[in-house]
């Protein structure tokens, strides 16, 4: 790409304008949710922002409320299954 300095008013060829993208799989992002029941501080955790992860999951058709539910229902379940076969 090609951009006019500012200081002298040659056009100057640049490469990569602005940051990288911050490729971080929809698993690492299941997991600190998962872990920390939270979106803040998943973020926190990840080294990202909470924006970063609803636009992670929605991306794949997930929402925090139903990774942070899913992993509730299941330590529920193990639970009654454990509590069922100590009796």
């Excluded at 990840?46 to 929605?58: P, T």
Aim: proline share 3%.
């Amino acid at each position: 790409m090609k951009v006019v300095c500012q200081n002298c008013g040659c056009k100057v060829i640049v490469i990569g304008l602005g940051r990288k993208a911050f490729n971080m799989p929809v698993i690492k992002v299941c997991d600190a949710l998962r872990l920390y029941c939270n979106v803040p501080l998943a973020a926190g955790e990840l080294g990202c922002s909470r924006a970063y992860i609803y636009k992670v999951l929605k991306a794949n058709g997930l929402t925090p409320a139903a990774i942070i539910k899913e992993n509730a229902t299941k330590d529920t379940r193990l639970l009654h299954k454990g509590i069922e076969s100590d009796r």
